[in-house]
C-alpha cells in the first residue's frame, strides 16, 4: 500500500516499527558525548544527603523494579497530584473564611491547573537532563513546604499564589512515568504504566471525597493539616523506596530540551497521530463528568449533590482494572489495545446517545465503561510513545499529557455550551463524533509502520506481539548464515588465503632467479 514517508535518509536511519518494544537501557547516553560521567555511580543526593546503597545506580545490577517498587509510584501520584483537587469541594467554605464572594475563590481552582500545565512544560523536561531522584525529592519537599502555608494563612492572595506554586511542583506523577518505563522490563512496560496511571487517578478521586467528607465536620484547613502530614508521608517512602537512575543528555541544555519538544510535534508520526487522538478523546472524558452534574442534577433524576459525588467513586472500578489493562496491552501491539479501546468507546458513547438520560442503570455503564477503555487508550498511546527515544521519554510524555489538557479544555467549554443549549443527547452525539474522529486517525497509520511514516499500512497489520516478535525472529534466522555456510566461508576464505601467499613466494624467486642473470651478465 502507498505511504507518505519523509526524506529517504532519515526514513532510512530508523527503520524500527514503532510497534516494536525497545529495550530499556541499562546506562544510557549522552545526546552530544556517548556515554559518559552519567553512567558513574552516585552515592549522595545533593551533595550531602545519602542514598541508601541497595537504591545506588549500578549497571552491573540495576534494581529490580518489582510490584513494590510500582506500587510505590502509585501511591506516590496518588497523593502528589490529590494537591490539585483538595480545592474544589471547599470553595464555599473559602468564601465563608475569606469573606469575599464565590466569584473570587472560583479562580483558586484555575490558579493550580495552570501552575500544573507550566510545570508539564517546564519542568518535567527535566526528566531527561538531570537525575530523577534529587529531582523528585526536591520537587516533594517543596509542595510539602507550601502546603504549610495554605493551612495557616487568612490572606486570600496568598492562598492563591502558594496554589500556584503547588501546582507547579505538584507534576511528579509526570516524571515517575517515564521513569517506570525506563525502569521496568519490555516486557512490562504497559503493566507498569497502568499502575501509575491508575493511581494518579485514583488520586483525583480520593481528594474530592477526602476534602469534601472532612469539610463537613471541621473546618477546611484539617483538609491541608492532613495534607502536609501525607506529603511528607511520601517524602519518606520517595527517600527509601526510588532508585537512583543517571542523567541522561547531559551534553544538551535545557533550552535544547524544550526547543527538541517542539521538533518532536512536527518530526515524530507517532507522536502526532498520538496528540491527534488524545486530544478529542479527553474532551469526550472531561465533557462526560463535566456534564454529569447537569444531568443527574436535572429530571428526571434531580439528585442532591452528595449523591451526585458518589458517582465519582464509580470511577473505582477503572482504577481496580489497571493491571489487567496494562497486562492484556503488553501481550499486544500499542496500536491494536488502541483500536480496541475505541471501538468500545464507540459501544460507550452509543448507549449514551440512545438513552443516558432516561435510565440511571445506563449512567452506571457509561462512567464505568468510559473510564475503563479511556485508560486503556491512554496507557497504549503512551507506551508506544515512551518506546520512540528512550533518551527522551520525559519530554515525550509532556507532550502527550499537554494534549490531554488542551482536550480538557475543549472539552469542559464545548461540551458545557452543547449540554446547556441543546440537551444531553446532542451532547452524547458529540462524544460519538470525537471518537469516530480518533478512529480515522488511527487508520491513516497502521500498527507497523516505520517510525518516519507519516500515512500508509506497511508491515501488515498483525496485532499479537507475540507473532511479531516470533516473526521478526524468524526474519533474522533466515538472514543469519548457518554454522555450515560459515564453516565453509571460512574453508574457502582459508583457500584463497593460502594461494594468495603461494602466488607471493613463486614471484619472489623468480625475482631473486633474475636478479642473480643480471649480476652474472653484468660481471662478464
Avoid at 195 to 213: D, E, P, T, Y
Avoid at 316 to 339: E, Q
Avoid at 392 to 421: C, D, H, P, W, Y
Wanted: aromatic share 10%; charged share 15%; net charge neutral.
Amino acid at each position: 500500500m502507498s505511504s507518505v514517508q519523509a526524506p529517504e535518509s532519515r526514513r532510512q536511519s530508523s527503520s524500527i516499527s514503532t510497534a516494536e518494544t525497545l529495550p530499556a537501557p541499562v546506562a544510557p547516553k549522552d545526546e552530544g558525548q556517548g556515554a559518559s560521567s552519567s553512567s558513574t555511580p552516585t552515592h549522595l543526593d545533593f551533595g550531602f544527603l545519602p542514598i541508601p546503597k541497595h537504591l545506588q545506580y549500578d549497571p552491573e545490577h540495576p534494581a529490580h523494579f518489582g510490584l513494590a517498587m510500582n506500587v510505590t509510584f502509585g501511591l506516590a501520584s496518588t497523593f502528589i497530584v490529590a494537591n490539585l483537587y483538595y480545592c474544589q469541594p471547599l470553595l464555599i467554605q473559602f468564601a465563608q473564611a475569606f469573606g469575599v464572594t464565590y466569584q473570587e475563590v472560583s479562580n483558586i481552582p484555575t490558579l493550580v491547573q495552570a501552575g500544573y500545565a507550566i510545570g508539564i512544560l517546564f519542568i518535567t523536561p527535566l526528566g531527561d537532563l538531570v537525575r530523577r531522584r534529587p529531582l523528585l525529592i526536591l520537587l516533594n519537599v517543596v509542595i510539602a513546604s507550601l502546603t504549610i502555608g495554605l493551612a495557616v494563612t487568612k490572606n486570600l492572595v496568598v492562598f492563591e499564589v502558594l496554589s500556584f506554586l503547588i501546582g507547579i511542583g505538584s507534576v511528579a506523577p509526570q516524571i515517575l512515568m517515564p521513569l517506570a518505563a525506563d525502569l521496568a522490563p519490555p516486557e512490562r512496560r504497559a503493566s507498569a504504566l497502568s499502575i501509575v496511571l491508575s493511581g494518579l487517578l485514583f488520586g483525583v478521586l480520593i481528594a474530592r471525597v477526602l476534602a469534601g467528607v472532612v469539610a463537613q465536620f471541621v473546618t477546611w484547613r484539617v483538609v491541608y493539616y492532613v495534607a502536609i502530614g501525607v506529603q511528607y508521608a511520601v517524602l519518606v517512602m520517595l527517600y527509601w523506596m526510588l532508585p537512583d537512575y543517571p542523567a541522561k543528555n547531559k551534553g544538551v541544555t535545557y533550552f535544547g530540551i524544550l526547543y527538541s519538544m517542539a521538533k518532536f510535534t512536527v518530526t515524530e508520526p507517532l507522536l502526532v497521530q498520538t496528540i491527534l487522538i488524545t486530544i478529542p478523546s479527553s474532551a469526550c472524558f472531561t465533557n462526560w463528568w463535566v456534564t454529569l452534574t447537569f444531568l443527574l442534577g436535572g429530571p428526571p433524576y434531580n439528585y442532591s449533590t452528595v449523591v451526585i459525588g458518589l458517582f465519582g467513586l464509580v470511577g473505582m472500578v477503572g482504577v481496580a482494572m489497571a493491571p489487567l489493562i496494562g497486562r492484556t496491552i503488553d501481550k499486544l501491539v500499542p496500536w491494536s489495545a488502541t483500536l480496541v479501546a475505541i471501538l468500545a468507546l464507540l459501544a460507550t458513547f452509543s448507549i449514551q446517545t440512545a438513552a443516558v438520560g432516561l435510565s440511571v442503570a445506563v449512567v452506571i455503564i457509561v462512567c464505568i465503561g468510559l473510564d475503563i477503555f479511556r485508560q486503556t487508550q491512554q496507557v497504549s498511546l503512551t507506551t508506544a510513545v515512551l518506546g520512540l527515544d528512550a533518551n527522551a521519554r520525559s519530554r515525550l510524555n509532556a507532550v502527550v499529557i499537554l494534549s490531554l489538557f488542551i482536550g480538557q479544555v475543549m472539552g469542559t467549554a464545548v461540551g458545557s455550551k452543547v449540554f446547556t443549549e441543546h440537551g444531553w443527547r446532542p451532547d452524547a452525539a458529540l462524544n460519538l463524533g470525537w471518537t469516530a474522529w480518533t478512529l480515522v486517525i488511527l487508520f491513516l497509520r497502521g500498527p507497523h509502520c516505520p517510525r518516519y511514516t507519516w500515512i500508509g499500512w506497511e508491515g501488515g497489520f498483525e496485532l499479537r506481539k507475540s507473532r511479531v516478535i516470533a516473526r521478526e525472529q524468524a526474519a533474522a534466522k533466515e538472514k543469519a548464515p548457518s554454522q555450515g555456510d560459515r564453516e565453509r566461508e571460512s574453508e574457502e576464505g582459508d583457500i584463497v588465503e593460502e594461494k594468495r601467499r603461494r602466488s607471493e613466494e613463486e614471484n619472489e624467486v623468480e625475482r631473486r632467479r633474475r636478479s642473480t642473470e643480471k649480476s652474472a651478465d653484468q660481471a662478464v
